[in-house]
């Protein structure tokens, strides 16, 4: 645990990329130049419920209603989403998280056991 001295200041770091956080977002979180304007999508817990994103001590966090709270990091991750690179709108999550075809021939036909 850091402890600041008398008269420092600490730098808060974008939840996404762990850069420097300047400015606030539209969701009120302390983000990095490159993340203003990423929208995140409706998360949802495990329990599939919708969680309510908030800003704390510690950094941003979610809440569950039935099963409490929940870090950013971990929410994310449930959620599959990869906010590592900034993303402006819900169609461009979309295609990130879209399933590509593998079209399977002779060649590598043993790669996959046929």
């Known amino acids: ?3 600041n001295a008398y008269g ?3 730098l808060s770091r974008c939840p996404f990329c762990q850069k420097t956080a300047l400015v606030k977002n539209k969701l009120g979180l302390n983000v990095c130049k490159d993340h203003t304007n990423a929208e995140i999508p409706d998360l949802k817990c495990i329990c599939k419920e919708s969680m309510e994103l908030k800003e704390g001590k510690f950094g941003p ?3 569950c209603r039935r099963c409490g709270i929940m870090n950013l990091k971990k929410a994310l991750e449930v ?3 990869n906010m590592t690179q900034p993303v402006t709108s ?3 999550i979309q295609s990130t998280t879209s399933k590509k075809e593998i079209i ?3 060649k590598n036909a043993h790669l996959f056991g046929v």
């Open 79 to 81: 959620n599959k989403i």
């Open 90 to 92: 819900k169609e461009e």
């Open 1 to 3: 645990m850091v402890r």
């Open 61 to 63: 966090f979610c809440i």
């Open 8 to 10: 420092t200041t600490s």
């Open 104 to 106: 399977v021939d002779e």
